[in-house]
């Protein structure tokens, strides 16, 4: 863990492992991901199977164990205790209504009366979403995906999972039902989306991919985007904690390990105006550390990538935010909505003493499926725009080309294209 004064000399060179940090795409990996997407784009089913059975280690007979049928989900469902049921029943309507209000409508402008001009908003008509499978697997992520999928009026949404060694999360197939899947295959891997991608006899084609996976899901992701469209590429998870002296220092470094305990690569960091402050976190995440049944994963993210930074001011702090564009900032300070103008690039900001980011996690409304790695100097949240596509929509009348005709024909006549102008040219005649 580095403690660091953001005035030091060799801040810089000091913080850029933590910025450099990343899961590298390998040569053996893209090329072992190119040779699976190509079997199974060739092979079809019969790769598909080939691969779920050594990968997962199952002994499927038949293209048709491959889906997760009605039966086997009602079973699955029926094993989670009611309260849990609850609260995932409760994350689905929380964010379904938050995704509710991202819905933009079909508009027509009739400012001017000779020419109509709008946009016509039109849902994707399948999606699939790619959801981690096993033991340590994520209902959450079922939510985070399938619900705006739902609300932006998707007509299908397909749902792959591994099930290695014939292992599934039932709360995973319980939140898949909640938020309106409507099929489940227990495949997964680089198999996984070149199936969705290209479409088998058992897997249909879709027209977008979203959800996170390991590096072969990664970078089958970025192989076949163009042939279908794809939500992000996720890195390694991040939080950064900008804090004023203010609040409870075990409540600070519970928040940085709850990122810490995702992956290795995770990570998390602190600034803050006061170094007394930033001593008491760093001592309580050694406290907290020992807690955890993730604490090798947690103790590595920490020792590799965890630093507290200690700033001269909380514009210092806020500028230093904006530098790293952060998947998840905390504002733990006493007046977070002051210091908010001053965030421009941010995945998802939590305010105040009270909103650990935890609760964006699961159930506040807002997607958890951020930008990371400093892309939220330019990417967005998942939401309903991912799963809708937009048109523009033109009609001119005959006055109205008449009026802006010659317009037309002068600018096609700046670039060089006579086709263009004489199309319009010859209506003007």
């Not at 991901?33 to 060739?42: A, D, L, P």
């Not at 001017?112 to 499978?133: A, F, H, W």
Request: some cysteine; aromatic content about 6%; charged content about 20%.
């Amino acid at each position: 863990m580095l403690f660091l004064d953001i005035h030091d000399t060799d801040f810089d060179s000091r913080f850029s492992a933590i910025l450099s940090r990343s899961a590298d795409t390998s040569a053996e990996v893209l090329e072992t991901v190119r040779t699976i997407i190509n079997e199974v784009r060739s092979r079809g089913d019969q790769a598909l199977l080939e691969y779920t059975n050594r990968f997962d280690r199952l002994g499927l007979h038949g293209t048709a164990a491959l889906e997760i049928g009605p039966a086997e989900l009602d079973a699955a469902v029926a094993q989670v205790p009611a309260d849990d049921l609850a609260a995932l029943q409760l994350a689905v309507e929380r964010v379904g209504r938050f995704h509710e209000k991202q819905k933009q409508q079909t508009w027509i402008s009739t400012e001017e009366s000779d020419i109509l001009l709008g946009q016509k908003v039109t849902p994707l008509n399948r999606v699939g979403i790619y959801v981690p499978g096993g033991k340590a697997s994520y209902p959450s992520s079922v939510i985070m995906n399938a619900v705006p999928a739902k609300v932006a009026g998707v007509k299908e949404i397909i749902m792959v999972c591994p099930t290695p060694g014939g292992e599934i999360n039932p709360a995973v197939l319980a939140a898949a039902k909640l938020a309106g899947v409507d099929r489940i295959f227990r495949v997964g891997g680089a198999q996984a989306v070149a199936a969705l991608a290209y479409g088998t006899a058992t897997i249909p084609r879709v027209d977008k991919i979203t959800g996170p996976g390991n590096i072969y899901v990664a970078t089958a992701k970025q192989l076949v985007f163009g042939q279908v469209g794809i939500d992000m590429i996720a890195g390694p998870s991040e939080i950064l904690v900008v804090n004023d002296g203010t609040g409870n220092p075990a409540h600070i470094a519970a928040d940085l390990l709850s990122q810490a305990e995702h992956d290795e690569l995770a990570s998390s960091i602190l600034i803050t105006t006061e170094r007394g402050f930033g001593e008491k976190v760093a001592a309580e995440v050694e406290r907290q550390l020992t807690q955890l049944s993730r604490e090798s994963i947690a103790r590595a993210s920490w020792d590799r990538f965890g630093a507290v930074i200690v700033a001269g001011t909380l514009e210092e702090a806020a500028a230093f935010s904006n530098r790293i564009a952060p998947e998840h900032l905390e504002l733990a300070v006493a007046d977070p909505f002051g210091l908010l103008p001053l965030i421009e690039h941010a995945g998802a900001i939590f305010m105040g003493h009270w909103t650990p980011e935890a609760a964006g996690d699961y159930l506040a409304g807002p997607n958890h499926t951020l930008p990371t790695g400093g892309t939220a100097r330019f990417f967005s949240p998942l939401s309903v725009d991912d799963f809708v596509k937009k048109s523009s929509i033109i009609s001119f009348s005959e006055t109205g080309l008449k009026r802006l005709g010659n317009r037309i024909v002068q600018i096609a006549g700046l670039e060089g294209l006579e086709a263009h102008a004489r199309s319009v040219s010859l209506r003007l005649e």
